[in-house]
């Protein structure tokens, strides 16, 4: 077991490095070439001025590329990092924040790269891979000792829910980090006009599918950790913090969806709910830290 | 003209029906229930923050917040009128807003409006206009055979020389709504259901050997055969387990175990394993032999003054208007021991007697007893037979969990149709061709801001340039230039 639990954390470093080199190789995919062009003008006076501008051009198409192949190098690493996890531990990884976020990086890098795919658009990568490193970095402060495996206490012991719950609940969040990323590119899109960043519009659609997505999830996330909590506590509603923490996030998102279906919002306002929306998201991921109540584990404590 | 029609309407409606017009209309609107919604999350958040130290700290780093801390502290959001008021409003709104939208959009899946208009199709954001050598009647024929290969539905009507065209997929997903918004009322009343014909005992102790009725007129009771927790090496429990009996009017019905996470259920009522703890066998006799208890007192759910890190029990003794406090020994060696005044031996159980005469005076009387030893307090002998544990297990029954279930289902497939069978549609013109031969074509989706929309748009439009051999023309308009007004009123009546 312990071999396992080490090929995991190496899968995981690797990982980590693929993650670090995609989004170096998005980041220059992204903000292009700058060029900057000088000019010498004659002044009526007989004098010249030297004048310099700066023009941007598209990125490496190489770059692009390689950060692509560098994420599902990444995905790769951190699917087989969870696997090996969940070999050694005989349940899902999704005991402590170790083991959550592991499997969150995975799962974000994976929706990531279908999204990439089926828009066909590479710089959301320079957001959702800061979100990813981020979380790398994250898993890497943690203490040591969260990288053992331990057993489940009494409360987790519910392997199918606990494993569709959390499962759940790492897809929504996911998705979630997508359409903030394509929230954020779309204020950049619609103040600096940047040719080569996808169209607003695009930027818009990807933002409210990857809701349409992880919307319904989190549903999913309160429903079945509801029936978790009708069979291990007797009541499947208990105003626990991280219950109402993900009803909160869930309500934003509700909101989102209904102020831009029914109210015709688009655009900056619904990016700017997005937002609103991620922030909510990091609210209940890590409320582990500050809330008490029934969910006061995951080894934070 | 048609404003003094509406004036006239206007001045016939009595205050009554302006009144019920206007809660209507408040119910009805977007805007309220958004409103209605931010309300509820704020409410949400604040009793978020309230289970947290989050706002502590906040009062800690700017000490005037402190007050409004405390308030906040106070005030339990979750059971207060605010949220159940908000909660009612977003009930009727949901109802109200339902009920008005049903409609139009069981006109938009079974009687679409067909008719178009070439303005509103030639400035829409996008478009698409091709030249087909067959005639109206043909081309449309054609055209419908294409987008029927697609999932499309199409329908047609002659107005003059032109051809209108409608044609739409996935249109009864648009009922995905309904049952979505079912599921919301529904999950509500689960709760008021739940609350009104069930019940629901945090604290049902039951120490081994013991049995206790579950009341609530189920005349049912438990019965503890043994409790066993076991630990890894570590220290971390792996498990919690009691061995219950379950008797109705005195018959066994059922037995079974329970653990953590896996509760037995008889008649609609759930026991679940909670927690654990020490408890003390006794049997109490008075001077004449009488027997006035034989049965195990539970520790722990109380505390004694004199050391509240001691597990402490107690028990009545009606027949001679007593109580019987127990208080075991403080086995952590962390708690602070300048507390322990009782100083008890391992084993060792101290006991006060509490007897109220007539006149209401108390009488105290104290002592310490080892397993297995007998002291008499006053008129009563108190043997105390031997350590024992109890199991602390929740009962629960909720006749709302059937519909909370149906809900959820409700809920999640309302969600999954809505979002991922979108009503795609399309409108189109098919007229005469410009030198009377043939025809030309007109269509647009109506897709404004709706990128997906466009692009399938787009793709129906490649496979029909393909399979026709024809050469279609696209138009894009900036967002600004193109049509809004049209295709809203055209969405309207939805």
Same mark, same amino acid.
């Given at each position: ?5 080490? #090929? ?131 898993? +890497? ?15 987790? !012991? ?14 929504? *969040? ?33 933002? *409210? ?18 029936? +978790?909590?009708?069979?291990?506590? %007797? ?15 869930? #309500? ?50 | ?22 809660? +209507? ?64 409003? #977003? ?56 987008? /029927? ?76 055969? !043994? ?7 570590? %220290? $971390? ?38 927690? *654990? ?41 009606? !027949? ?13 060696? /962390? ?7 009782? /100083? #008890? ?84 013109? $098919?007229?005469?061709?410009?030198? /009377? ?16 929309? !466009? ?40």
């Amino acid at each position: 077991m312990e071999s396992l639990v080490k #090929l995991s954390f190496y899968c995981f470093a690797a990982g980590s490095i693929a993650v670090a080199a995609s989004w170096v190789s998005y980041v220059l995919f992204t903000i292009g070439r700058v060029r900057l062009r000088q000019a010498e003008l004659q002044t009526s006076a007989g004098t010249t001025v030297r004048a310099s501008k700066a023009e941007f051009a598209p990125g490496w198409t190489s770059a692009g590329r390689f950060g692509s192949m560098m994420a599902w190098f990444g995905v790769v690493m951190m699917g087989l990092s969870v696997i090996f996890r969940t070999a050694a531990s005989h349940r899902g990884p999704y005991s402590n924040m170790y083991e959550f976020s592991l499997a969150f990086v995975f799962v974000l890098l994976l929706i990531y790269l279908l999204f990439e795919r089926f828009y066909e658009v590479k710089q959301l990568g320079v957001i959702v891979l800061t979100i990813a490193g981020a979380m790398c970095l994250y898993i +890497w402060s943690l203490p040591s000792y969260m990288r053992e495996v331990d057993a489940l206490n009494p409360a987790l !012991q519910n392997r199918p829910l606990m494993t569709v719950h959390v499962s759940s609940a790492i897809l929504a *969040y996911a998705t979630f980090a997508v359409s903030f990323a394509a929230a954020i590119l779309y204020l950049i899109q619609v103040r600096k006009n940047v040719s080569w960043l996808p169209s607003a519009d695009m930027l818009d659609d990807i933002g *409210y599918r990857a809701v349409t997505v992880g919307f319904p999830l989190l549903a999913l996330v309160l429903i079945l950790g509801s029936v +978790w909590a009708h069979e291990a506590w %007797g009541a499947y509603w208990s105003w626990d913090p991280k219950e109402t923490a993900a009803l909160f996030t869930w #309500l934003v998102y509700g909101v989102y969806l209904h102020t831009r279906t029914l109210r015709g919002w688009r655009g900056e306002r619904s990016a700017y709910v997005l937002l609103f929306g991620f922030a909510a998201v990091v609210f209940t991921y890590y409320g582990n830290y500050f809330f008490g109540g029934m969910h006061a584990y995951g080894g934070v404590n | 003209m048609a404003q003094a029609t509406v004036d006239t309407r206007g001045s016939r409606r009595s205050p009554l029906e302006m009144v019920v017009d206007r809660i +209507w209309r408040f119910f009805c609107s977007v805007r309220a229930a958004v409103v209605e919604i931010i309300i509820l999350a704020v409410l949400v958040l604040l009793g978020t923050l309230r289970g947290s130290d989050a706002p502590q700290w906040l009062a800690d780093a700017i000490p005037a917040t402190q007050p409004a801390v405390d308030w906040l502290y106070d005030w339990d959001v979750f059971h207060s009128l605010p949220l159940m008021l908000i909660l009612g409003v #977003l009930c009727v709104a949901i109802v109200v807003c339902t009920l008005n939208r049903v409609p139009g959009i069981w006109k938009t899946i079974v009687d679409p409006t067909i008719r178009t208009n070439r303005s509103f199709l030639e400035n829409a954001e996008l478009s698409a206009a091709y030249q087909s050598a067959a005639a109206p009647a043909a081309a449309v024929g054609e055209l419908s055979e294409s987008l /029927q290969k697609h999932r499309y539905r199409v329908l047609h009507e002659e107005r003059g020389a032109d051809i209108h065209l409608y044609a739409d997929k996935n249109r009864y997903a648009k009922l995905g709504t309904f049952p979505f918004h079912l599921a919301l009322i529904l999950i509500l009343l689960g709760g008021i259901v739940g609350a009104r014909y069930g019940f629901r005992e945090m604290t049902f102790v039951v120490p081994e050997g013991s049995v206790r009725e579950v009341g609530h007129g189920t005349g049912l009771s438990v019965e503890l055969i !043994q409790f066993i927790d076991s630990w890894r090496e570590e %220290g $971390i429990p792996s498990e919690y387990r009691s061995d219950l009996v379950i008797w109705k009017n005195g018959e066994k019905v059922k037995e079974g175990t329970i653990t953590v996470n896996n509760p037995i259920s008889y008649d609609n009522v759930t026991f679940y394993q909670s927690s *654990y703890g020490q408890a003390a066998a006794f049997r109490i006799t008075d001077t004449d032999g009488n027997l006035l208890f034989d049965d195990s007192i539970p520790l722990g759910q109380y505390t004694a003054v004199n050391n509240p890190d001691a597990p402490a029990g107690l028990q009545q003794l009606p !027949q001679i208007g007593s109580q019987l406090n127990v208080i075991g020994q403080d086995q952590d060696p /962390q708690n602070a021991p300048e507390l322990d005044d009782l /100083q #008890l031996e391992n084993g060792q159980m101290f006991l006060q007697l509490r007897q109220t005469a007539d006149d209401g005076s108390v009488e105290i009387l104290t002592g310490v007893v080892d397993p297995g030893e007998t002291i008499q307090l006053g008129s009563v002998n108190i043997e105390y037979l031997r350590e024992k544990r109890f199991t602390l297990m929740q009962v629960a029954s909720n006749p709302g969990i059937p519909i909370f279930f149906a809900a959820s289902f409700l809920l999640v497939a309302g969600l999954a149709v809505t979002f991922y069978f979108p009503h795609r549609r399309i409108r189109g013109i $098919i007229g005469p061709g410009s030198d /009377q031969t043939g025809s030309r074509v007109l269509m647009a989706p109506l897709a404004r801001w709706d990128w997906s929309g !466009q692009r399938d748009f787009r793709r129906i439009i490649e496979r029909i340039e393909t399979e026709s051999r024809i050469a279609v023309t696209i138009n894009e308009r900036p967002r600004e230039h193109a049509a809004s007004r049209s295709e809203s009123a055209a969405d309207a009546s939805e």
